[in-house]
T-cell receptor
Framework: ELKVEQNPLFLSMQEGKNYTIYCNYS?????LYWYRQDPGKSLESLFV?????AVKQEGRLMASLDTKARLSTLHITAAVHDLSATYFC????????????FGTGTRLQVFP | EPEVTQTPSHQVTQMGQEVILRCVPI?????FYWYRQILGQKVEFLVS????????KSEIFDDQFSVERPDGSNFTLKIRSTKLEDSAMYFC????????????FGEGSRLTVL
């Protein structure tokens, strides 16, 4: 059964600092999604990573995928308060399923 | 920008009552999904739907749950007899492609069962 683990679960960081959120998954997968969720709100799609070595960047966020290591990272550069949210990664265990398995989420809090 | 819309945003119901949650997916999308998130927990897949039938469902999606697309725009989730443990945020999502497409989520419907 596919398991998706994120760490850390909670991250408190100062504005201007860099940090990385890790997403490990237990079986092979063909894609990896990153979502952002503000409290009480929906899931906003950030990145879809489709192949080994894929790297995507949007503003202060950069996501990468290593399918051999079954690892994706979400790197935050020079954090700002607006990035405070919960970040989820999600993947699925085979091509023949609709079911996305979500990670536990990483709650990011950026303070001045 | 096109978006997935859901109603109601919050519903409070008594245990045992029927609830219908409504979703309007993005208009040119063909694949529809329901996920749920119990407070403070992971997002969990419930069901996927295409061409007026269920494509896939999880073990959570038992006989108490049903989905339908009663007209060309709405996609509904019905819970026949709610239980306390059904209290959660229910998210509808849609995609233009099935297994390769990006999912677009609605704002969610919070269900509270008393």
């Amino acid at each position: 059964e596919l398991k998706v683990e994120q760490n850390p679960l909670f991250l408190s960081m100062q504005e201007g600092k860099n940090y990385t959120i890790y997403c490990n998954y237990s079986t092979t997968s063909d894609r990896l999604y990153w979502y952002r969720q503000d409290p009480g709100k929906s899931l906003e799609s950030l990145f879809v990573l489709l192949s080994n070595g894929a790297v995507k960047q949007e503003g202060r966020l950069m996501a990468s995928l290593d399918t051999k290591a079954r690892l994706s990272t979400l790197h935050i550069t020079a954090a700002v308060h607006d990035l405070s949210a919960t970040y989820f990664c999600a993947t699925r265990h085979s091509y023949n399923t609709d079911k996305l398995i979500f990670g536990t989420g990483t709650r990011l809090q950026v303070f001045p | 920008e096109p978006e997935v819309t859901q109603t109601p945003s919050h519903q409070v119901t008594q245990m045992g009552q029927e609830v219908i949650l409504r979703c309007v997916p993005i208009s040119n999308h063909l694949y529809f999904y329901w996920y749920r998130q119990i407070l403070g927990q992971k997002v969990e897949f419930l069901v996927s739907f295409y061409n007026n039938e269920i494509s896939e469902k999880s073990e959570i999606f038992d006989d108490q749950f049903s989905v339908e697309r009663p007209d060309g725009s709405n996609f509904t989730l019905k819970i026949r007899s709610t239980k306390l443990e059904d209290s959660a945020m229910y998210f509808c999502a849609s995609s233009i492609q099935r297994r390769t497409g990006e999912l677009f989520f609605g704002e969610g419907s919070r269900l509270t069962v008393l």
